[in-house]
């Protein structure tokens, strides 16, 4: 099956500072990405949707402006979370759709943990 | 708005033993497809089966098979000869079609008992 990869695979970064995370599909070109945030022993949520060469859609009550998705190749796609806070701790999960695909199928990524102190 | 009730919390079951995990969805539409994902301690996603809405025949992957009540709007997952390995969180999961965002239940943690 496809493969899509998350870099780091968990990240420790001080309150106030911004920090990226990288997802990647490693052996297809993935034109819609997906950002899903994951609290402990909770469902997934998504967060927003990224195509590839436009911006991105953001799920109601996502602030755009705190984390900033950009989609700029058919195999790469960008979270960064600017200005962490502790509350922004979690576990992110980004997941990759597969164009040729006639149903329904996302690649999930491995995930990365973010730890903001 | 499309949503997905998974209403046991937690669910223990015998190692070889038989289990059934409950989902239940709402929608309006007669066409979308319905998942079955699996997310052990390492939690990475994986899927385990899928429906399509269209197809009347139930769904199966080895040991894993659904029950698809297209009427009820129930979509429950049989776990046969439970392993050791099957302990994981089980998510149900919905999309409407191929282009749409895929929308999660709260999930169903699955114990194996040796």
């Known amino acids: 099956g496809a493969v899509v990869s998350q870099h780091p695979s968990r990240v420790i970064c001080k309150s106030g500072t911004s920090v990226k995370i990288e997802c990647r599909s490693l052996?297809?070109?993935?034109?819609?990405m997906f950002w899903y945030r994951q609290f402990p022993k909770q469902s997934l949520m998504l967060m927003a949707t990224?195509?590839?060469?436009?911006?991105?859609?953001?799920e109601q009550g996502v602030e755009k402006d705190k984390f900033l998705i950009n989609h700029a190749s058919l195999t790469l796609s960008t979270l960064t979370v600017t200005s962490a806070h502790p509350e922004d701790s979690s576990f992110y999960i980004c997941?990759?759709?597969?164009?040729?695909?006639?149903?329904?199928?996302?690649?999930f990524g491995p995930g990365t943990r973010l730890t903001v102190t | 708005a499309q949503t997905v009730t998974q209403s046991q919390p937690e669910m223990s079951v015998q190692e070889a033993e038989t289990v059934t995990l409950s989902c239940t969805y709402d929608?309006?539409?007669?066409?979308?497809?319905l998942f079955w994902y699996k997310q052990p301690p390492s939690r990475q996603m994986i899927l385990v089966i899928r429906?399509?809405?269209?197809?009347?025949q139930n769904a199966t992957e080895n040991r894993f098979s659904v029950n698809f009540q297209k009427a009820a709007k129930s979509f429950s997952l049989k776990i046969s000869d439970s392993q050791l390995g099957d302990a994981a969180m089980y998510f149900c999961?919905?999309?409407?079609?191929?282009?749409?965002?895929?929308?999660f239940g709260k999930g169903t943690r699955l114990h194996i008992l040796p």
């Open positions: 429906q399509e809405a269209y197809k009347q």
């Open positions: 990224s195509n590839e060469g436009s911006k991105a859609t953001y």
């Open positions: 997941s990759a759709r597969d164009p040729t695909s006639t149903v329904p199928e996302q690649y």
């Open positions: 052996d297809f070109q993935a034109t819609t």
């Open positions: 999961a919905y999309c409407m079609n191929r282009d749409d965002k895929i929308i």
């Open positions: 929608t309006s539409e007669s066409d979308y497809y």
